[in-house]
């Protein structure tokens, strides 16, 4: 049902996708999402749904939605969160964090995304993540968009192969060269790679 419901989805609703940090840690770290309504206006003015994804691209970390059990995440795997509901991304399971302030959005939306957030303070980098989201305009769509589970995990762990695996690799390519134009295919991969998901 969810899959069928998905593919209807994708066939009727416009996705807007931006990816906006490119975060590097080592642990112990933490990161709470910022909420939809400060994300949304940067990415789709009018629009009502966010969807909210992460790519880990080296290391582990967990993935929760607050409230709820964390869920493993390796490098090559994607976790959505369809419904944006409020997530933290960690070193470990039970670790706490606050969501981003006000300044810190200004700040990344004002300057050429992924805007790069550093948490590795004199050791070795144990996870990095791209983070982005997409907004569309719920209605007509409510039921579709409602049928789709608050959290989809995908990915290619041995990177050898798969759509997903190339998206990531492609990704990791166009944050670390920034390259002209880097920006809107970061934008058009994860539209993609929702698809994909």
């Not at 944006?84 to 399971?93: A, L, R």
């Not at 993540?129 to 997409?134: A, E, H, S």
């Not at 039921?143 to 990791?172: C, N, S, T, Y």
């Amino acid at each position: 049902m969810a899959g069928d419901a998905l593919s209807d989805l994708l066939k009727t609703v416009r996705l807007t996708g931006a990816t906006f940090f490119d975060i590097e840690a080592q642990d112990p770290w933490a990161v709470c999402s910022p909420a939809p309504a400060s994300i949304l206006p940067r990415i789709l003015p009018g629009a009502d749904h966010l969807i909210s994804y992460h790519v880990l691209t080296a290391g582990r970390c967990f993935a929760r939605i607050i409230g709820q059990e964390a869920i493993p995440v390796e490098a090559g795997e994607v976790v959505v969160f369809t419904h944006s509901d409020p997530h933290i991304m960690s070193s470990t399971p039970d670790l706490r964090a606050d969501p981003p302030t006000a300044d810190v959005l200004q700040i990344a939306a004002a300057s050429q995304t992924p805007f790069p957030i550093n948490y590795v303070k004199d050791g070795s980098l144990s996870a990095r993540l791209v983070c982005g989201y997409l907004a569309c305009h719920a209605l007509p769509f409510n039921p579709l968009l409602e049928a789709l589970p608050p959290v989809i995990k995908a990915g290619d762990v041995k990177g050898d192969g798969g759509w997903l695996g190339q998206f990531i690799r492609l990704a990791v390519s166009e944050v670390a060269e920034k390259r002209a134009g880097s920006e809107t295919v970061l934008t058009k991969l994860s539209e993609l790679m929702f698809v994909d998901v």
